[in-house]
């Protein structure tokens, strides 16, 4: 192991995790638990990470936690016994950044304002730019350019919620990630209260603003013309009228935040959670004149913190980070002794499927192996394929470091990807412009051209990939992208592509297919066998060639794949020569 790693790193277990939402199999999560235990399902999986609609939360499929209790509606606490006693491992989200609106915290500064415990808990986006930009007519402070520049976006605009008080204030707070605004119905009577104004002008009033809703305009910058003077009554109405989700930024900078996350990394153990992901920890550190994301030293500083909390329940942290190959980011995270997401992964064996090369996936292997590096690989999840992830680092138009691909092939394999039907999700600058795409969101099985040949061999190919593999639940049963969830989605709608809940009908239908069994047997073989707890070696062989054996005292497993034909062998022996298992 390359002595640059943390000699401190927790190992991870051995095994096959399966990932999905409480609620992907069946209605609830009793019906994973009763999956596991069918006979197909025997000896596939140790590991299940399951999605945080496992807590109650509002918005972003989970994302937007309100508590860290068990959401009852979808499991039960008999749930996590079964999964105990089935030897299932569980991994569960922590998500660093943010916290619901209608989280009890948000909640209880919502009722007190300055008067509540909370007050420092979010992040008070004026007094945070206090000194550093310049207030808007809108009441919001809009930072000065230099530190505007340096703000990465996950959505047009700057990154806030207009809040609302009891006495009819309002606040604006930090809020990277999603929000909803909702208005009820608003007309003339409303302003009946409002002293001198008559009762024309509340109609005018009413006309004005419920079309300035419809057009998604700025309140605040309403013009009201002569009935200007009742513009603040007017607003302190309006914003009662309204109702909001959003996932607001925690003020790291607070003692109650930490003690927050140590009480909820304390629950997640006693739920039997091993390993934890760290939603949005990048996003936590906050500096005027840093950027919001990955900003150092504090970023590394917020880590430790959070795993010497962590090895107090003997969890293991793992943050979750999409950054380009050529940033180096995820060997910085891996040297200071993390377990890494292998975001490269997807992207890469898309590539050699569709071009008939290893090159690139061969020179993944190689920095895996000759850094040490703990990864966990997946191929479809809950998010969207990071194939952006895969490139280079350029500084002020220089190569600095290559990718695993270059330019001209991410772009063709994104543009493979959505002829076949993928959505795609952009990032955006402080202009509200779009920079870049970020990823393309479809079904694995959609992204290969629904060719049952390729997905089975890209199921071989991760399960003779270093690390853990992660299988995404609808990928083992061959989903097809689900357009009219996307189309119906709204803001996040390209996610729903890829959310499919399965019924146990159809999962039962699915079971007699070959190519949900074929996967089970891959699956089952990584997950059982003591060959992969061994030596992995890639034999040389020709470019559309993948040969890998993998060598332990007790037992070996090989893998030959071309990658031109999507033919490959597999074969196992347990300290005798080995037999073909499978050839396709």
Request: a negative charge.
């Amino acid at each position: 192991m390359n002595d640059r790693l943390d000699p401190s790193m927790q190992a991870l277990p051995h095994g096959v995790m399966l990932n999905a939402y409480p609620d992907s199999i069946g209605q609830r999560l009793a019906d994973a638990v009763a999956l596991l235990k069918r006979p197909e399902l025997e000896g596939a999986f140790s590991l299940f990470y399951i999605l945080p609609t496992f807590f109650n939360s509002d918005l972003d499929r989970g994302f937007s936690i309100i508590d860290y209790d068990i959401n009852e509606a979808l499991v039960s606490p008999q749930d996590l016994d079964q999964l105990n006693e089935l030897g299932i491992i569980l991994k569960l989200d922590m998500v660093l950044n943010h916290l619901s609106v209608c989280s009890p915290q948000f909640q209880d500064l919502l009722r007190h304002g300055e008067g509540s415990r909370y007050r420092d808990f979010f992040i008070d986006w004026n007094l945070f730019w206090d000194h550093e930009g310049r207030m808007a007519p809108d009441g919001k402070i809009v930072p000065n350019p230099e530190h505007l520049k340096k703000l990465f976006m996950r959505k047009p605009d700057l990154p806030i919620l207009r809040v609302c008080f009891p006495d009819g204030s309002r606040k604006v707070y930090w809020n990277t990630f999603y929000q909803k605004v909702d208005f009820n119905d608003i007309g003339p009577h409303d302003f009946a209260h409002i002293e001198g104004l008559h009762p024309d002008h509340a109609t005018t009033i009413a006309d004005t603003i419920n079309q300035a809703i419809a057009e998604n305009a700025c309140l605040e910058e309403m013009d009201l013309g002569e009935l200007s003077n009742h513009k603040e009554e007017v607003l302190a109405v309006v914003c009662h009228k309204r109702d909001y989700l959003g996932q607001m930024d925690l003020n790291a900078r607070s003692e109650l935040v930490w003690e927050f996350y140590d009480e909820t990394l304390r629950k997640l153990s006693e739920y039997g959670a091993k390993i934890i992901r760290l939603d949005a920890f990048a996003y936590l550190h906050k500096e005027p004149g840093q950027p919001n994301f990955f900003n150092v030293p504090g970023t590394w500083e917020y880590l430790e913190l959070l795993r010497e909390i962590a090895r107090k329940y003997d969890l293991i942290i793992f943050p979750e980070i999409h950054a380009e190959y050529g940033s180096g980011i995820h060997e910085e995270i891996a040297h200071k002794g993390f377990p890494i997401y292998d975001f490269f992964f997807p992207g890469l064996v898309i590539d050699a499927l569709d071009r008939g090369t290893n090159q690139a996936l061969l020179q993944w292997m190689e920095d895996i192996e000759a850094q040490g590096l703990q990864t966990i690989n997946m191929l479809g999840c809950h998010d969207g394929l990071p194939v952006l992830d895969l490139r280079g680092k350029h500084v002020n138009g220089t190569v600095y470091r290559h990718g695993l691909l270059g330019d001209e092939e991410i772009e063709a394999t994104m543009e493979r990807i959505v002829s076949r039907g993928g959505r795609v999700k952009n990032l955006f600058g402080a202009d509200g412009k779009k920079i870049a795409y970020y990823q393309v969101n479809a079904t694995y099985f959609s992204a290969l051209g629904e060719d049952e040949r390729k997905l089975r061999l890209a199921r071989a190919i991760q399960m003779f990939m270093p690390g853990i593999p992660q299988v995404w639940y609808l990928d083992l049963f061959a989903g097809s992208n689900d357009y009219e969830a996307a189309d119906n989605g709204g803001t996040a709608g390209h996610k729903e592509i890829n959310r499919t809940n399965l019924t146990m009908e159809a999962i039962e239908e699915r079971l007699a297919l070959p190519i949900v069994q074929d996967q089970l047997a891959l699956i089952r073989l990584r997950n059982t066998s003591p060959a992969f707890a061994g030596e992995m070696l890639v034999i040389e062989a020709d470019p559309h060639v993948l040969h890998i054996t993998w060598r332990h005292p007790e037992a070996t497993a090989t893998m030959k794949a071309d990658l031109r034909s999507h033919s490959f062998t597999v074969s196992h022996g347990n300290g005798t020569p080995e037999e073909i298992l499978m050839s396709f």
